[in-house]
């Protein structure tokens, strides 16, 4: 399986606590739908 999680925004290095949080808030979303796709759908049962 390969796919590719986008993050529109800047990114800094030594990023503070409240720039992380954002950049997994748009992560999140994107990962939750992957998780609905074959084969990580049946490897949650």
């Given at each position: 399986?390969?796919?590719?999680?986008?993050?529109?925004?800047?990114?800094?290095?030594?990023?503070?606590?409240?720039?992380?949080?954002?950049?997994?808030e748009q992560?999140?979303?994107?990962?939750?739908?992957?998780?609905?796709?074959?084969?990580?759908?049946?490897?949650?049962?």
């Amino acid at each position: 399986m390969l796919f590719t999680l986008i993050y529109e925004g800047s990114m800094t290095p030594n990023a503070k606590a409240p720039e992380v949080h954002r950049i997994r808030e748009q992560l999140h979303v994107q990962l939750r739908e992957l998780w609905t796709y074959a084969p990580l759908s049946e490897a949650r049962a």
